[in-house]
């Protein structure tokens, strides 16, 4: 990709480093979250599907925070696969509006899906432990940490809306349904990117994988029927 002249797109890193934002650069790709007319933040709930559905695939992420909005983007992708009994959420709000979204209905299986940093904190410019490494692990595996759950909820109101509060949230106030996953990648790159589906090259190299991890889930339940 070119830089020099500044007519190109830089790599998410790149551009920070040279003090570029997101509207100092040409969009690539499909201009996701402005298609559909809708803008990222400000409408909770579904973007396929309905209620009725008996599946929900949740994601999770920041948009234009380069690794840390694949959960929109994967999101964004099945909504537009007309999956049969599937309903798709783009969980870009809070994770209070995330658990509302999870328990609005009787759902038998819910897929939260999203980048999740390991390591230190989030928007510090530094990769997580494993980069691209694609983690699947049912909810009942996240433990509720109660002497801080009244800090996460502080987090939310601020809107640190992680895979992992997402997860926690919706078990301290209510329940997932039985069946129900977290799918996650690592990222490289957690601070601002050029494009919403501009990835670093660790996620971009996994991104079919993760959307095929979680397209499994859905056909194994699709397989009981």
Excluded at 22 to 51: E, F, N
Aim: proline share 6%.
């Amino acid at each position: 990709m070119s830089d020099g002249d500044g007519s190109g797109s830089l790599d998410p890193r790149a551009a920070a480093e040279r003090g570029h934002t997101v509207s100092d650069q040409p969009r690539l790709g499909s201009g996701h979250g402005h298609s559909k007319g809708r803008s990222y933040g400000t409408t909770a709930g579904l973007i396929a599907g309905d209620r009725s559905a008996s599946q929900l695939v949740i994601g999770v992420g920041y948009p234009y925070l380069s690794d840390l909005a694949v959960g929109n983007v994967v999101a964004d992708r099945l909504a537009k696969c007309d999956l049969p009994d599937v309903a798709i959420a783009d969980c870009s709000h809070t994770p209070i509006a995330a658990y509302q979204t999870i328990t609005v209905s009787e759902y038998d299986t819910v897929v939260v899906v999203g980048a999740r940093k390991r390591g230190d904190g989030l928007n510090t410019g530094t990769p997580s432990a494993d980069p691209g490494r694609i983690h699947t692990y049912p909810t009942a595996d996240v433990p509720v940490p109660e002497s801080d759950i009244v800090d996460r909820l502080a987090e939310c109101a601020m809107g640190s809306n992680t895979v992992e509060n997402v997860v926690i949230t919706t078990k301290a106030l209510g329940e997932f349904p039985s069946d129900s996953t977290v799918i996650d990648i690592e990222p490289e790159y957690d601070s601002w990117g050029l494009t919403v589906d501009e990835f670093s090259p660790a996620v971009a190299d996994r991104f079919d994988e993760l959307l095929n991890r979680v397209l499994a889930c859905l056909e194994r339940d699709y397989s009981r029927e």
